[in-house]
């Protein structure tokens, strides 16, 4: 007798690196990512969520904005419209991205950061917790403060 299991799940791990890796580790199971979004999330007009992301209370993706695989946007975060958001990225309790805006994959946007509208963000960067960055961040860095400035870059070990 054959039995065939097929796994529903999310990732729900916070550090980005974290939930690339698990999601690699499960690469060889049947399994499918299912989003979970919370009842009180507003998703705008042509608003699109990617497989296994998650959306806590109060959370805000506007119209057109577009979030990868295994994103979170966590409480009260807002993703304004037209920004995408790559694949395995936190968006911390509070975090504010502008319309436009650009974030590459395995970022982290710190509790109540703010992110000024059309500025990119790299890959695996760390945006401290009250940063505002108003301009580019290429990939890697770390950066904080208002304005948000650089104090170094992390590894892919660090994460």
């Known amino acids: 007798m054959t039995i065939l299991l097929s796994v529903s799940l999310v990732l729900a791990v916070g550090v980005p690196v974290a939930r690339r890796r698990l999601h690699a ?11 979970v979004v919370h009842p009180s999330v507003v998703l705008g007009l042509g608003a699109e969520i990617g497989a296994g992301s998650t959306l806590l209370p109060a959370a ?15 409480t009260g975060a ?24 650009r974030v590459g994959r395995e970022t982290l946007i710190g509790i109540g950061a ?9 890959a695996g960067v760390v945006v401290g917790a ?13 950066v904080v403060g208002v304005p948000a400035r650089p104090i170094g870059e992390e590894s892919d070990d660090e994460r």
């Open 25 to 35: 580790a499960l690469a060889g199971l049947d399994r499918e990512y299912v989003s």
């Open 114 to 122: 703010s992110v000024t509208p059309c500025v990119r963000i790299g």
């Open 130 to 142: 009250g940063a505002v960055v108003v301009e580019d961040v290429p990939d890697g860095a770390v």
């Open 60 to 74: 805000v993706v506007h119209t057109d904005a577009r979030l990868g695989d295994h994103v979170i946007v966590n």
């Open 78 to 101: 807002t993703v304004d419209h037209d920004a995408r958001v790559d694949d395995f990225c936190h968006i911390a309790p509070g975090a504010h991205l502008g319309g436009g805006v």
